[in-house]
C-alpha cells in the first residue's frame, strides 16, 4: 500500500522561506518520482516540482528559481525548499507519485494515482 504522508506546512510571511517534506511508511521512494503538486482556493491543481529516482529534478516555471526539491533515500524523504516566498505560493501541497522512476512532465495530476492528504502553506505577514 503507498501512503505519502505531507508535513511542514504552516504560516511564512512574504519574502520567507519554508520547507515542506515527503515521506511515506512501508514504502520505500527511492526507486521512484515524487512530484509536489499544489492547489489554490479556486484554481486548477498545479504541478510544482518534481525529481526522479535518479535525482534529476524539474521545477515549473511558477516556482523556478524559489523552490528547489531533493531527496535524502536515508530519510525516505523528498523535501520541497520553498524560498522568497509570495502570496501566490499559498495553497494545499501534495506530494504524488505514478511509480515511475522518472519525472514526466507535463505534471499532469490525473496521470498519478497516489497522494498524500495535503499540507497547508499560509503566506501572510
Known amino acids: 500500500q503507498v501512503q505519502l504522508v505531507e508535513s511542514g506546512g504552516g504560516l511564512v510571511q512574504p519574502g520567507g522561506s519554508h520547507r515542506l517534506s515527503c515521506t511515506a511508511s512501508e514504502f520505500t521512494l527511492d526507486n521512484y518520482a515524487i512530484t509536489w503538486f499544489r492547489q489554490a482556493p479556486r484554481k486548477e491543481r498545479e504541478g510544482v516540482s518534481c525529481?526522479?529516482?535518479?535525482?534529476?529534478?524539474y521545477i515549473a516555471d511558477s516556482v523556478k528559481g524559489r523552490f528547489t526539491i531533493s531527496r535524502d533515500n536515508g530519510k525516505n524523504t523528498v523535501y520541497l525548499e520553498m524560498n522568497n516566498v509570495t502570496p501566490e505560493d499559498a495553497a494545499v501541497y501534495y506530494c504524488a507519485t505514478d511509480l515511475g522512476w522518472q519525472c514526466v512532465t507535463p505534471l499532469d495530476d490525473y496521470e498519478y494515482d497516489y497522494w498524500g492528504q495535503g499540507t497547508q502553506v499560509t503566506v501572510s505577514s
Open positions: 525529481i526522479g529516482s535518479d535525482a534529476s529534478t
